[in-house]
């Protein structure tokens, strides 16, 4: 037996929950999908399946059938690698198509997009959003959020005093278990101690990148593959944090996408269609604040300073100084106070 590589696909039997008198959905076993039998193999008794069997409870495996493996137990069972999310919190798992074995370190999900794998920097593309085309699809199918249980959003994405905060935070208990979005493969499991803490970055097959932050414990490995819905990490508090939170970041190319354009935290779900298009005016519309941000000037108010004294040193009108700084033209500076003049 020459198999290499195999396919996993374990079906969800979409059975109709039939019951007007029994409000709890009875359990049900997956309902043996129409495939057609051209080499069923019993893996209990074959030993070049030991790789992929290893860890799996005895008696548990049904068989493999072409290059979809059919098992019919619940997900805590399951071996690591074969774990996925629940279709619907009952035992029926759908797992995708993905190798499970064989060197997959020489080729990464979106090849065709990104010119290169690194373990090391979160953006090393240098690729700026004016050079990307004006409209991109991306599938957002198979969408996973990642934490079980809906939180609040304690901080958004957008500028914070003097730094942009390029992700979503939100409410996280330290060792919630936090899950991968898309399918795809670890990229950067990092420690950065005046940043993100420790945290997971993954490259998803669909072309975008997320970053999980300030975890207590990364579970995966880089250049692990993994699928939507795996456990990837405990939630923490790490790095530049203050309370537990999940710091979660959906990157194209290196640049950051406001994760609540595509995600309504408040639902844990998608909300757009799943066939998304990024377009540089909607995607990325805060790419001009940003740059504008990072021309920005300051003065540092002296003794005798004015507004009118400050305008005209920069060539600037006192009424754009007041609108940069949400001050009033008869607001009093105080010695030091740092003002923005362009
Ligand atoms: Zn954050």
Redesign the pocket.
Known sequence: MSLKKIIVLLWAATLPIVGVWSRKPKKVDPEPPVIEETDSIDLEENDDFEELTEGMPVGVLSRLVGDTLFVNCSQEELPRHLIVMSADGECLYRLTPTMLWGDTSSVHPADSIYPLWMNTRVNPYQTPVDSLEDSIPVSLKGFVYPLKNLTHVT?NFGFRRYRF?Y?T?VKVQVGDSLRASWDGQVRIVGWDPRGYGYYVLIRHDNGLETIY?HLSRPLVEENERIYAGEVLGLGGNTGRSTGSHL?YEIRYLGNAIDPATLVDFDRGALRVPEDYLITKKGTFKHNEEVKQLKMAQYHKVRQGDTLSGIARRYHTSVRTLCRLNHIKETSILRLGQKIRVR
């Open positions: 901080s905060h992700g935070d932050g710091h």
